[in-house]
Nanobody
Framework: QVQLVESGGGLVQPGGSLRLSCEGLGRSFSNDAMGWFRQAPGKEREFVAAINFSGGTASYTDSVKGRFTISRDNAKNTLYLEMNSLQPPDTAVYYC???????????????????WGQGTQVTVSS
């Protein structure tokens, strides 16, 4: 079964850091663009960051620029999101996704050959 599995979420104090991981299982994702989305309670899912298949190009939403870093290790079939200077508005369930085109990843599309994980909770609170 092909799936993406997120991990690394948890409770952190404001100003703290977390690193999320998204492991691909069932097939290689080394030729796919991948990304991170988040959904806070009562809000729509929003784009956070995306990276192309090689890791050479990354894109971020404005609110996380300078604080979050997306990266990937294709040998481990794993995507990462390093999150620093976390604040309460960053509280959400974080999801990873993967698709052939980075435009598909950024748009958050669903469908055949678009993969989504089940999410990991990040809570920023004192």
């Amino acid at each position: 079964q092909v799936q993406l599995v997120e991990s690394g979420g948890g409770l952190v104090q404001p100003g703290g850091s977390l690193r999320l991981s998204c492991e691909g299982l069932g097939r290689s994702f080394s030729n796919d663009a991948m990304g991170w989305f988040r959904q806070a309670p009562g809000k729509e899912r929003e784009f956070v960051a995306a990276i192309n298949f090689s890791g050479g190009t990354a894109s971020y939403t404005d609110s996380v620029k300078g604080r979050f870093t997306i990266s990937r290790d294709n040998a481990k079939n794993t995507l990462y999101l390093e999150m620093n200077s976390l604040q309460p508005p960053d509280t959400a369930v974080y999801y990873c996704n993967a698709a052939t085109l980075i435009s598909t990843v950024i748009a958050g599309r669903r469908g055949e050959d678009v993969y989504w994980g089940q999410g990991t909770q990040v809570t920023v609170s004192s």
